[in-house]
């Protein structure tokens, strides 16, 4: 059984930085894309930034380019976004995700942003910025 489980989340203020982490487990001999989404009160869940399965492409949503980074560490089972330049918009429960990949031989993988591509979600945690 796979799982997610984000930390990191809190309360900060406007301008302030933070980094949520996401360990992923019972995943043992799998592979996987990742990606982080946000949801704020009233919205819906949107893409914030994805990475493929070797880290070395990523993808920002625009309101976060320049100022968040994703990246990860397979030997930990471990995703990160690192938030930077925080605003009040930013605000909302950060989720995790995890897709189900096959690594073929010439070692190419894709990230993902549509919701629907991703198998598996962590419970989020919440980051609220005060202005």
């Known amino acids: 059984q796979v799982q997610l489980v984000e930390s990191g989340g809190g309360l900060v203020r406007t301008g302030d930085s933070l980094r949520v982490s996401c360990i992923v487990s019972?995943?043992?001999?799998?592979?996987?894309?990742m990606g982080w989404f946000r949801q704020a009160p009233g919205k819906e869940r949107a893409i914030v930034a994805a990475?493929?399965?070797?880290?070395?492409?990523?993808y920002y949503g625009d309101p976060v380019k320049g100022r968040f980074t994703i990246s990860r560490d397979n030997a930990k089972n471990t995703v990160w976004l690192q938030m930077n330049s925080l605003k009040p918009e930013d605000t909302a429960v950060y989720y995790c995700?995890?897709?189900?990949?096959?690594?073929?031989?010439?070692?190419?993988?894709?990230?993902?942003?549509?919701?629907?591509?991703?198998?598996?979600w962590g419970q989020g945690t919440q980051v609220t910025v005060s202005s």
């Open positions: 995700a995890a897709k189900s990949i096959v690594v073929p031989l010439t070692g190419i993988t894709y990230y993902y942003t549509d919701l629907d591509d991703y198998d598996y």
């Open positions: 019972g995943g043992t001999g799998s592979s996987f894309a």
């Open positions: 990475i493929n399965w070797s880290g070395k492409d990523t």
